[in-house]
């Protein structure tokens, strides 16, 4: 069986102006050479895994092999320092092998690692983020619940104090690296508080022991590599000193979190738009009908156009959404920067999750017959990035913060 695949020389370098770059210049271009190397070898192991649908052990031992679990904690926890561009232009590189691949990373950094390093206090860091970055400790994030989603305030999960511990009970749903996770954020309830006393908390949630079970879930149309799970907890006990940030403050957590997570996203499908263009240049110039080659029929160079500016309009947005976030989170007290951050990044995964579909969707086409197939990679890519209107906040969570950024407060459609 051939594989037909291409793995051009990565393009984060030359896009990152150095005025940008918020790391000193040898560290951003270590990372940005093992990052490379890792998608190098990874590639392989990946399409196989792809093709038989089952989970890509590699994905989590090459990102240790190359020291990639922690590219964004500070290097005094252990991790590589990445400034926010470096760090998204990261994971559009490795979006370039997959949206599975790039979700694993989402997981354990931008949504894993970063509440803790926002939030968490110095012993909840020295005791997390040197064992993840090393490796040790694979981290989710578990808001989701079957009842809520796009609401997560409508959660049903609990807890309660006896003690020094807190018991927590309830179901979490859809979490990417949920079955695989050492350690995961989780947000519940308190379990005797109504009304406005019933404000949500974040714990850091060790997933050792057996009140605390997972179920990977397999029907899934794309992604077959990384892990998606649900997991149940049954007075599963954690640490009072597991409490991340104060308690009651988990929902203003949880969605500082989500606009990490959702910049990572936008990220990923940059690197799959990426990787469309680059598959579609390759074929069009060798694949020929009707006497020459298809990249010299018009109608074939506007898929090849379209594709292209989903790239640079994704590329362009997600520049000024990373460069916003880096901002707000130096300036943490900063109430309009962190709208402008939450704005900024809404636009970019709005406009990139429905680019990449775009570009997925023309990528096929001029592949023909041949594209339908998970053989090639622009079918991959189509059946990846569907997800990335979904997940961390739809398509239409999205277009309602933009709206109400533009018309104010007052119009939130969704409070
Ligand atoms: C592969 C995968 C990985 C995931 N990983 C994680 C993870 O790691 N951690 C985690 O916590 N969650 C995760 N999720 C869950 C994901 O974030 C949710 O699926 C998403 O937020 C939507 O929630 P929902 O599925 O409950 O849909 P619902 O909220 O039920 O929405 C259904 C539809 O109604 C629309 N809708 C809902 N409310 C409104 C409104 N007010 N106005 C207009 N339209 C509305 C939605 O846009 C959507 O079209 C993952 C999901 C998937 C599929």
Same mark, same amino acid.
């Given at each position: 069986?051939? $594989? &037909?695949?291409?793995?051009?020389? #990565?393009?984060?370098?030359?896009?990152? @102006?150095? =005025?940008? %770059? /918020?790391?000193?210049?040898?560290?951003?271009?270590?990372?940005?050479?093992?990052?490379?190397?890792?998608?190098?070898?990874?590639?392989?192991?990946?399409?196989?895994?792809?093709?038989?649908?089952?989970?890509?052990?590699?994905?989590?031992?090459?990102?240790?092999?190359?020291?990639?679990?922690?590219?964004?904690?500070?290097?005094?926890?252990?991790?590589?320092?990445?400034?926010?561009?470096?760090?998204?232009?990261?994971?559009?590189?490795?979006?370039?092998?997959?949206?599975?691949?790039?979700?694993?990373?989402?997981?354990?950094?931008?949504?894993?690692?970063?509440? $803790? &390093?926002?939030?968490?206090?110095? #012993?909840?860091?020295?005791?997390?983020? @040197?064992? =993840?970055? %090393? /490796?040790?400790?694979?981290?989710?994030?578990?808001?989701?619940?079957?009842?809520?989603?796009?609401?997560?305030?409508?959660?049903?999960?609990?807890?309660?104090?006896?003690?020094?511990?807190?018991?927590?009970?309830?179901?979490?749903?859809?979490?990417?690296?949920?079955?695989?996770?050492?350690?995961?954020?989780?947000?519940?309830?308190?379990?005797?508080?109504?009304?406005?006393?019933?404000?949500?908390?974040?714990?850091?949630?060790?997933?050792?022991?057996?009140?605390?079970?997972?179920?990977?879930?397999?029907?899934?149309?794309?992604?077959?590599?990384?892990?998606?799970? &649900?997991?149940?907890?049954?007075?599963?006990?954690?640490?009072?000193?597991?409490?991340?940030?104060?308690? /009651?403050?988990?929902?203003?957590?949880?969605?500082?979190?989500?606009?990490?997570?959702?910049?990572?996203?936008?990220?990923?499908?940059?690197?799959?738009?990426?990787?469309?263009?680059?598959?579609?240049?390759?074929?069009?110039?060798?694949?020929?009908?009707?006497?020459?080659?298809?990249?010299?029929?018009?109608?074939?160079?506007?898929?090849?156009?379209?594709?292209?500016?989903?790239?640079?309009?994704?590329?362009?947005?997600?520049?000024?959404?990373?460069?916003?976030?880096?901002?707000?989170?130096?300036?943490?007290?900063?109430?309009?920067?962190?709208?402008?951050?939450?704005?900024?990044?809404?636009?970019?995964?709005?406009?990139?999750?429905?680019?990449?579909?775009?570009?997925?969707?023309?990528?096929?086409?001029?592949?023909?017959?041949?594209?339908?197939?998970?053989?090639?990679?622009?079918?991959?890519?189509?059946?990846?990035?569907?997800?990335?209107?979904?997940?961390?906040?739809?398509?239409?969570?999205?277009?309602?913060?933009?709206?109400?950024?533009?018309?104010?407060?007052?119009?939130?459609?969704?409070?």
């Amino acid at each position: 069986m051939t $594989i &037909m695949s291409t793995n051009t020389a #990565s393009t984060i370098e030359r896009r990152i @102006p150095s =005025s940008h %770059a /918020g790391m000193p210049e040898d560290d951003r271009l270590k990372l940005v050479a093992d990052v490379e190397a890792y998608c190098r070898e990874l590639r392989p192991i990946e399409e196989i895994c792809y093709l038989e649908h089952r989970f890509n052990e590699a994905i989590v031992e090459l990102a240790r092999k190359y020291d990639l679990m922690g590219m964004s904690v500070p290097r005094e926890y252990g991790g590589r320092g990445a400034d926010a561009l470096t760090y998204v232009r990261a994971l559009a590189r490795i979006n370039r092998e997959g949206n599975g691949v790039r979700t694993f990373f989402s997981g354990q950094t931008s949504i894993g690692q970063y509440p $803790i &390093m926002r939030y968490g206090n110095e #012993s909840q860091k020295s005791h997390y983020l @040197p064992r =993840s970055c %090393a /490796g040790e400790c694979i981290l989710a994030f578990g808001l989701t619940e079957p009842d809520a989603g796009s609401n997560p305030l409508e959660g049903t999960c609990t807890f309660r104090r006896e003690g020094d511990m807190f018991l927590l009970n309830g179901v979490k749903y859809l979490i990417s690296n949920g079955s695989i996770c050492d350690a995961v954020i989780v947000f519940a309830f308190p379990e005797d508080k109504t009304g406005s006393e019933r404000r949500m908390s974040a714990f850091i949630v060790d997933t050792a022991g057996d009140t605390f079970e997972s179920e990977a879930l397999h029907a899934k149309p794309g992604m077959y590599t990384s892990d998606t799970a &649900m997991f149940e907890m049954t007075d599963h006990p954690v640490p009072v000193t597991n409490l991340l940030g104060a308690e /009651g403050n988990g929902f203003r957590i949880a969605m500082h979190t989500l606009i990490s997570g959702r910049l990572s996203v936008a990220a990923g499908c940059l690197g799959a738009i990426e990787d469309c263009l680059a598959e579609v240049l390759i074929y069009a110039r060798k694949r020929r009908q009707h006497g020459k080659e298809i990249g010299k029929h018009q109608l074939v160079q506007e898929h090849i156009a379209m594709i292209e500016m989903m790239r640079a309009t994704s590329d362009a947005m997600i520049e000024r959404a990373a460069l916003a976030k880096d901002l707000s989170d130096r300036h943490p007290g900063d109430k309009e920067l962190l709208a402008e951050a939450d704005f900024r990044v809404a636009q970019a995964k709005f406009h990139a999750a429905n680019a990449a579909c775009e570009a997925a969707d023309r990528a096929v086409q001029v592949f023909g017959g041949r594209g339908w197939s998970e053989l090639y990679r622009p079918m991959r890519h189509l059946q990846d990035v569907r997800v990335c209107r979904i997940y961390e906040g739809t398509d239409e969570i999205m277009k309602l913060k933009i709206a109400a950024r533009l018309l104010g407060k007052d119009y939130e459609a969704f409070s």
